[in-house]
């Protein structure tokens, strides 16, 4: 299939017009996502998250317009690269896939991700990787996505007076409960944007964070902040979540969660969630202390990456929405 840097038209389906992302339109991203999830999202937010020009690409991504010139249906992912042993990959995350409800069932799904993947394939990415939700993932495996895995949620309940989610409901509270926030987390903050990959000190392949791809990561407000050895990379924002902990082992895991449950409490936070592989370290430390259910499937498309899929491994810090 040609792909058109500006307009790619549908032959199949005169319907719908089909643009690849660009710097003027990725406004219509978040119109879209307000449509679908009836969520408004901070003016630049797309701006910032589709902006990884660190790996030497721009924006990836295609959108499908009516008649009417409305945004319908997107598919997206976001460049970067993978780690394993001595080798660094061009990949992408698969995100933000989405079609407005009125526009379901039409094969928009199937078409966009395709002109998506033969984009990926023409600029030098080789490997996909995705987290889907329920609404996509049968569509994905339809599309030839090989499924690795799936992540598991540990839930650790904190008995705290519900502040947090006092201060989303009462608006004259928010501003102070985000003082208060900044000053209970300030004495364990450290001035950086994120910690090095857990996974990829276990002896697994995942994200590459170089300072670059911390850099970027900044779209999501997240902290890091250190009790001990251990530094617990987190975002504050929806509870208490942990993205990824470094210097964590046996000796010192049941002491760092401890302190972590300490502050969740002076926050108002009332449980701490952690998302990660099976098979890693930590993975093998939080199952030893807390229940967990499955929670994120992992799918990828492999062009001839030349990394074993089941040696990829990832923990919440590396999913966009983290």
């Known amino acids: 299939m040609q ?32 449509a679908v999830y009836n969520v408004e999202v901070e003016e630049n937010y797309f701006v910032s998250k589709y902006d990884a020009l660190y790996t030497g690409i721009e924006t990836i991504g295609v959108i499908a ?18 780690q394993f042993e001595n080798k660094i990959v061009l990949a992408a995350q698969s995100v933000d896939t989405m079609t407005h409800p009125q526009h379901r069932y039409k094969g928009l799904f199937h078409k966009l991700s395709n002109i998506a993947f ?7 990415i080789k490997l996909i990787f995705g987290f889907p939700n329920q609404h996509s993932f049968h ?42 926030g900044d000053f209970i987390v300030k004495k364990d903050l450290l001035p ?24 970027y990561k900044a779209y999501n407000p997240t902290k890091v902040i250190q009790f001990g050895e251990a530094q617990i990379w987190v975002s504050i924002k929806q ?12 000796n010192n895991f049941d002491a760092v969660i401890d302190q972590l449950k300490k502050m969740a409490k002076k926050l108002g936070i009332r449980q701490i969630l952690f998302h990660c592989s099976p098979g890693t370290r930590l993975h093998t430390m939080f199952s030893a202390k807390y229940e967990s259910t499955p ?11 030349g990394i074993p899929l089941e040696k990829i491994k990832f923990t919440f810090s590396d999913i966009d929405i983290f």
């Not at 317009?65 to 993978?82: E, L, S």
């Open 239 to 250: 509870g208490l979540i942990i993205g990824d902990i470094a210097g964590a082992n046996e």
């Open 65 to 82: 317009y009516d008649k009417n010139t409305q945004p319908v249906a997107y598919y997206g992912v976001v460049p970067c690269f993978m």
């Open 139 to 180: 569509g994905l495996m339809q599309s030839g996505w090989k499924m690795s895995e799936t992540m598991y949620c540990f839930r650790i309940p904190v008995n705290s007076l519900p502040l947090q989610s006092l201060s989303k409901k009462i608006f004259f509270f928010r501003k102070k409960y985000a003082s208060y």
């Open 118 to 124: 033969d984009l990926c394939s023409s600029i030098g």
């Open 3 to 34: 792909i058109s840097p500006d307009i790619i038209n549908s032959a199949e389906n005169k319907e719908y017009t089909i643009s690849r992302l660009n710097r003027e339109n990725i406004k219509d991203v978040a119109k879209l996502y307000a």
């Open 295 to 305: 929670s994120f499937p992992v799918i990828f498309k492999d062009f001839e990456s």
């Open 192 to 215: 950086c944007k994120g910690i090095p990959n857990s996974v990829v000190a276990d002896g697994f392949a995942g994200v590459h964070r170089s300072e670059n791809y911390l850099q």
